[in-house]
Every structure is written in structure tokens, then in C-alpha cells.
């Protein structure tokens, strides 16, 4: 019985508001004696709001930059240095592969090339008395000319194995695998213990950058003239929400606009990037984006629960300084996230009701109760 009484009195009341709308004056008194109404109220404020393309574009976030680590020398995986989903520096020692066969051949290297220097500079030698020998006219100039081939041939065996050396220590410097990026590491995909193939399958992990990351999503090619236009002119802010918290959209820039439209869904894809440093975006997560074309200064705004609709529109209610309410027409403009952009019909600074409409009448009587936050005013 109560709940009836109570769904048909508040009906009753919103009527009666309803009604005033259309034919009460705001000059018009409460009944001596008429109770008083506990309200929520925030103030008319101007302030600066973006100006946004309405197109409901849903993104998918990827990662900055996605690399897989691969082994570059073959050989048996020693020990692992990072937890799976670990980060990780550019830098930061990730694998240890078994270094004793390159060592050997390193050393082997050394040797050759030691043996190969003694044998150039021995030819280097016999060259030389040749040479004096020939100057004297005893040599024959056969001889010169074979002594000048031993010592060419010697000095490119000292280079061969002067770049074979090299070679052997890039070979022993790849049994560490270190991070070449900044980023997170995903499964581990081989362990321990296993031979590892150099650029073969499988990877040895993957690491996404994830901070800053990418969100690619696609908007209908009728908005790409505007995209371009207000491009032209600047960075463009695309907000990313996210479904579960659509009060804190994440911020970013436009950083790319698609070359062509995709003519079988006439779209155009757009990719935005985000700084993402509290990283509540995540790779492969999908995300609502709002593109901002500009920013629209010295709009009037409220709370948009302030903005009730009656037969003859919308309006508020404004609370007066005698602390009664007046019912105002007003003309919304658009919706700019909490916020209502009002046209015509309030002022900056006058009071509005946020909360505790159902049972205001023109000229109660209002006590405010606390206060909704007012929108931030306009940076001056």
C-alpha cells in the first residue's frame, strides 16, 4: 500500500512541476506554511569544452611497439634472468646461452690469427731481401715476383682472420640475449635446459611496449573532411573510454590519419596515441574513442542532471536569493560529458538544482543540503 501511495504521489508532484512549466510565473508564492525542500544545487558556470565529433567508434589498443626476442646463435638455453610479465629496460639481460663452444672457437680465432701475422711478417721479410737482391741485378725477377704474391697473399690471410675473430666474438657476445626496448614481457615460450636455433621458431619471448600505446579505430568517411581541416590547424585531442569507467577518459593525440577509405564499410582508420603512464590501457583491450576537434570558450554549462523536461521543453531550477525556486526555460545546446551546454536561459554564477527536483514547485521554499561540484570556471 505504501509503495502505490508513494509512486502516485511523486507522479502527482512531477505533473504539478510539469504543468507549472506551462502556465505558473516565476513570480508566483509558495502556500503560507508549505514545507520546506532539501536540495542538491551547483552553480552556472563558463567555461571552455571540446568540441567533439559524435561518432561512436569503438578502438582497439595496441601496443607502442611489440618485438620478438629471437636467439642469434645456436646452442643449448642456459638460465632465464625476468619473471613472465615482468618489465624491462632496453638493456636488461633477459637470456644466458651456454658460451663455452664459442669461447673455443674465439680462441681458435686468436690462434689462427696469431699464426698468420708471424707467417705475413716472414714473408714480409723475404720480400724485402728480394727486393735488394733484384736491385743488385742476383735475384731473378721470377723470384721478386713470387716473394711480392707470398706477402700479398699472407697480409689477406692476417685480414680474413682479423674479421673471423670479429665474427667469433660477435658469435660468443649473442649467448646474452638483452632487451632491445623498454616494455613488458609476455610467456615465457622456451625454457631452460632447451636448444635454441638461431631465427628459428619458437621466439623466446615478446615484450610490448606499453608506454605510450597506440589505439586504432575507424570513423565513417564523412567526418574525414573535418578531421583533416581541424588537423590542419593542430594536434587533435581523441579521448579512449573505457567501458567500465566512463567518468575518467583517458587522453591522447591523433598521429595518423589512414591514406585511403576503406570503401567496403566507408570508414577511414585513424590511430591515436596515448601516454598511458597509470597504464589502464592494455594492449588488445577495445575501448570507446571520442575525437576533439576544438575547444569551444566561454560556454555556459551545468551539471546535466540540473536539466529537466517539461510540456513546453527543458528547464531548471533556479535558486533565488530568498532561497525559493524559479522555474526557467533554458535551450541545451549539446552535451559535453557531465556537463550540459546551455544557449539561452541562465547566467554565470545563478544557482541550479541538481538533485531533489520531484518535489519543487515554483516559489518553494528550498534548503540546500550539500553541493554538486561545480563545473571548473574558464581559465582567464
Not at 98 to 127: E, M, T, V, W
Not at 146 to 157: G, I, V
Request: net charge neutral; hydrophobic share 40%; aromatic share 6%.
Amino acid at each position: 500500500m505504501n509503495r502505490h501511495y508513494t509512486w502516485r504521489g511523486r507522479l502527482a508532484v512531477s505533473f504539478a512541476a510539469a504543468l507549472a512549466l506551462g502556465g505558473c510565473t516565476s513570480q508566483q508564492a509558495a502556500a503560507p506554511g508549505a514545507p520546506t525542500v532539501p536540495v542538491t544545487v551547483a552553480q552556472v558556470a563558463k567555461k571552455s569544452v571540446p568540441l567533439e565529433i559524435e561518432a561512436e567508434a569503438i578502438g582497439s589498443v595496441m601496443p607502442y611497439r611489440t618485438v620478438s626476442v629471437e636467439p642469434q646463435v645456436t646452442g643449448q638455453l642456459l638460465s632465464v634472468h625476468f619473471k613472465e610479465g615482468q618489465d624491462v629496460k632496453n638493456g636488461d639481460l633477459l637470456f644466458s646461452i651456454d658460451r663455452a663452444p664459442f669461447q673455443a672457437a674465439l680462441d681458435q680465432a686468436l690462434g689462427k690469427l696469431a699464426h698468420d701475422k708471424a707467417q705475413a711478417a716472414n714473408s714480409a721479410l723475404i720480400l724485402q731481401r728480394t727486393q735488394r737482391l733484384d736491385a743488385e741485378k742476383i735475384s731473378s725477377k721470377e723470384q721478386l715476383d713470387q716473394a711480392q704474391a707470398a706477402a700479398a697473399q699472407d697480409q689477406a690471410a692476417v685480414r680474413t682472420d682479423e674479421a673471423a675473430l670479429e665474427y667469433a666474438r660477435l658469435q660468443l657476445n649473442y649467448c646474452s640475449v638483452y632487451s632491445p626496448v623498454d616494455g613488458r614481457t609476455g610467456s615465457l615460450l622456451v625454457h631452460p635446459g632447451n636448444l635454441v636455433k638461431a631465427n628459428d621458431l619458437p621466439v623466446l619471448v615478446v615484450i610490448n611496449q606499453v608506454t605510450p600505446v597506440y589505439v586504432a579505430y575507424a570513423i565513417p568517411e564523412r567526418y574525414l573532411a573535418e578531421v583533416r581541416k581541424y588537423m590542419a590547424k593542430g594536434s587533435l585531442g581523441v579521448g579512449a573510454v573505457i567501458p567500465d569507467d566512463p567518468q575518467h577518459p583517458e587522453a591522447g593525440t591523433l598521429t595518423f590519419v589512414d591514406n585511403t577509405v576503406d570503401r567496403a564499410t566507408g570508414t577511414i582508420q585513424l590511430k591515436a596515441t596515448f601516454p598511458n603512464r597509470n597504464r589502464r590501457l592494455w594492449p588488445g583491450q577495445f575501448v570507446n574513442t571520442i575525437v576533439r576537434l576544438a575547444e569551444q570558450t566561454n560556454a555556459i554549462v551545468v551539471p546535466s542532471q540540473a536539466v529537466e523536461t517539461g510540456q513546453k521543453g527543458t528547464f531548471v531550477y533556479v535558486l533565488k536569493a530568498d532561497q525559493t525556486a524559479e522555474i526557467r526555460p533554458v535551450s541545451v545546446e549539446r552535451n559535453a560529458g557531465a556537463d550540459a551546454v546551455v544557449s539561452s536561459g541562465l547566467q554565470p554564477g545563478e544557482t541550479v538544482v541538481t538533485d531533489g527536483q520531484i518535489m519543487i514547485f515554483p516559489g518553494a521554499h528550498l534548503q540546500v543540503k550539500n553541493s554538486t561540484p561545480t563545473p571548473p570556471a574558464a581559465s582567464k
